[in-house]
């Protein structure tokens, strides 16, 4: 694999990194990562992430047995049933393999959002909590994927969390203000990178009106 991989490359190659090695990640990877999440997009420039990493074994610990209980809670019968051979029993394998090893990934780093309801959501509605501003830090978590990858890191996108996110605020001290919008474990993969297979962008694609096609 080159060492140097070119963006498209990377993009086509950026798959959920969900088996990790337990080496440690050198701390100036994660701050490049970082440095890398901050370019990223927001709605009038409002920069409204914040970041957690947590590195030390209780911290790890406290999230991976909660994460482990709820992935099986909620997928526990998809987990036993899918043929582990098909694709998507392959990735519910791998989803359970990062459960039962979540503990021992080097980094896991934690992505808030500050909450912010969207505009169109009148005054009168605004009731309750608001949401974490998902459309500007998303374009962000994207920047960890693409960054972690192209230093030859393996990450994955997770968002488990929301089934015990009240208990991640009181045990990190996570100010209300601010939602979790994703946990992304970090480390040296033990497989390889890509290549990610998706529907062809045709079969998602209208030109002018929906259902037509281009002409050529
Ligand atoms: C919004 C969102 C939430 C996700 N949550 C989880 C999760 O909780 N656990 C997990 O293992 N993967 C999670 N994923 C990763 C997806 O399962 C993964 O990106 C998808 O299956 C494609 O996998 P691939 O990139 O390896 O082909 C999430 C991805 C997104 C975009």
């Known amino acids: 694999m080159n060492d140097d991989p070119g963006l498209f490359e990377i993009m086509h190659s950026l798959r959920a990194m969900r088996r990790l090695k337990p080496d440690p990640v050198p701390p100036a990877m994660i ?17 409204p992430w914040a970041f957690l990493v947590v590195t030390d074994a209780d911290g790890k610990r406290f999230f991976g047995e909660r994460y482990r209980y709820w992935l099986y809670e ?6 036993t049933r899918d043929d582990p051979h098909s694709a998507l ?17 080097p980094v896991l780093l934690m992505v808030m959002g500050k909450r912010d309801w969207p505009f169109a959501v ?9 949401p ?11 920047n960890i994927l693409l960054a972690a990858r192209g230093l030859g ?14 208990e991640l605020h009181a045990h990190f001290g996570i100010p209300s203000d601010y939602g979790v919008v994703a946990v ?23 030109y002018e009106h929906w259902g037509r096609q281009r002409r050529d």
């Open 74 to 79: 909620r997928f526990g019968e998809q987990i």
């Open 89 to 105: 029993g392959r990735s519910i394998n791998a989803a359970r393999h990062l459960a039962d090893h979540m503990h021992e990934a």
């Open 184 to 206: 992304i474990p970090i480390g040296y993969p033990q497989g390889r990178f890509g290549p990610v297979s998706r529907e062809p962008a045709a079969s998602k694609t209208h």
């Open 153 to 166: 890191l393996g990450a994955s996108l997770t968002t488990m969390h929301q089934m015990f996110e009240d």
């Open 132 to 142: 974490p501003s998902y459309g500007s830090v998303y374009p962000c978590v994207q």
């Open 122 to 130: 009148p005054a009168a509605e605004r009731q309750g909590k608001a």
């Open 31 to 47: 701050d490049r990562i970082l440095d890398a999440a901050i370019r990223a997009p927001s709605g009038q420039n409002t920069q």
